[in-house]
């Protein structure tokens, strides 16, 4: 999104908020070249921030009109609202539309807004992106438990492409066969092996390339193989029976909503 065509000027970007995530994507965005300002009430922030990041700073509210003008909002190409309050960053994607800027993304802790089922739009609220972080982490952590902790199985394009990393076994259908022999006994199956970790050393396999017990293997599939590929594999998803969650704040509680219907789920919450 940023700084995808070099040969364009630099783009102007207004960062609200100056914690963790406002501060750890200033640093970034600079790194990329790109000339940021930030809005920050704290002014210990700041000055914490000072002599680290190379950005232009401004002492202020971020629902400020004054900080605003003095941002210079109206030539910003990018609004980006990560305080930690969301009505501020909700507020500030109307703010941003009015002074006429481009894009606008804020983080969104509730699971409220931003959904395809949400009262409230991303396009209703004049926003561009809605980053849910804890969207993010709840993911990942079913994503974790659903998946055998000896393998990994990462989502590409969106989730539509799978990619499988694996060991194969004495006992895995593929033990034994070239990758020829593979492609021509499951044709049904559109499959790629892209890469052999064995021993080591690691390679780009060919098509009369032997897969060898004990080989780590990766495998880039379509999601929709993903059932017939674990098979071929012989990859066990050793998916757990009952999970406890400790804690049923907003992350507990998505947890246990993306869960529910795969395992028997208890939360323990003071």
């Known amino acids: 999104m940023f700084g995808q065509n070099r040969s364009k000027s630099t783009e102007n970007i207004l960062i609200l908020g100056l914690g963790g995530v406002g501060s750890y994507l200033a640093e970034r965005l600079i790194d990329d070249e790109q000339a940021v300002t930030i ?27 004054r900080c605003w003008r003095q941002a210079e909002a109206e030539t910003m190409d990018y609004m980006i609202a990560v305080t930690n309050n969301d009505a501020v960053n909700m507020m500030a994607a109307r703010i941003a539309h009015k ?13 409220e807004f931003g959904r395809s089922n949400s009262l409230l739009s991303t396009e209703e609220l004049n926003l561009d992106l809605i980053i849910h972080p804890e969207e993010l982490v709840s993911q990942e952590i079913v994503r974790l438990i659903a998946t055998n902790s000896s393998n990994e199985l990462i989502e590409l394009a969106g989730g539509n492409i799978l ?21 021509a006994r499951h044709s049904d199956i559109p499959f790629r092996v892209t890469a052999v970790a064995r021993g080591i050393r690691t390679f780009i396999p060919w098509g009369q ?8 293997i990766a495998v880039m599939f379509p999601a929709a193989y993903r059932h017939q590929v674990l098979d071929l594999t012989a990859t066990e998803q050793k998916r757990q029976q009952r999970v406890i969650l400790l804690g049923g704040g907003l992350v507990g509680s998505r947890v246990a909503e993306l869960l529910k219907k795969r395992v028997a789920v208890t939360v323990l919450e003071e």
């Open 163 to 183: 990619l499988l990393a694996t060991e194969v076994t004495d006992h895995s259908p593929i033990t034994g066969l070239t990758l020829q022999e593979i492609a």
């Open 39 to 65: 809005i920050e009430a704290d002014p210990k922030l700041i000055a914490s921030a000072d002599g680290r990041i190379d950005a232009r700073f401004i002492v202020g509210d971020a629902m400020s009109i």
């Open 99 to 111: 002074m006429g800027i481009p894009c606008k993304i804020a983080r969104v802790r509730s699971f």
């Open 209 to 216: 390339q032997q897969i060898l017990p004990g080989d780590h």
